[in-house]
């Protein structure tokens, strides 16, 4: 069964930067579309980017312009560059993985940003 591990989650300082990866255990071109979602509590858990097999990107509305989504298919892994990070980014941040027989999910990684 694949696995989907994140790592690169920690407490930063409004204005910081973090990097999360997401590490697959199998071909990571199995899945059409590689995506990071966030929960925060009470929340919904909600899509922040993805990026499909040919490299195309979404961001939601609240990330654009800090955060960037890439993918090294050699390494099969994701990664989230999180920039100018705020108190609203804190949430755990899950690494998805989508195809045609379903989503794989990752264990999750927690984001807190405060000072």
């Known amino acids: 069964q694949v696995q989907l591990v994140e790592s690169g989650g920690g407490l930063v300082q409004p204005g910081g930067s973090l990097r999360l990866s997401c590490a697959v255990s199998?071909?990571?071109?199995?899945?059409?579309?590689m995506g990071w979602y966030r929960q925060a509590p009470g929340k919904q858990r909600e899509l922040v980017a993805s990026?499909?097999?040919?490299?195309?990107?979404n961001y939601a509305d609240s990330v654009k312009g800090r955060f960037t989504i890439s993918r090294d298919n050699a390494k099969n892994t994701v990664y989230l560059q999180m920039n100018s990070l705020k108190a609203e980014d804190s949430a755990v941040y899950y690494c998805?993985?989508?195809?045609?027989?379903?989503?794989?999910w990752g264990q999750g990684t927690q984001v807190t940003v405060s000072s």
């Open positions: 990026i499909s097999s040919g490299s195309s990107t």
């Open positions: 998805n993985g989508r195809r045609f027989s379903g989503d794989s």
């Open positions: 199998q071909n990571i071109l199995m899945f059409y579309i």
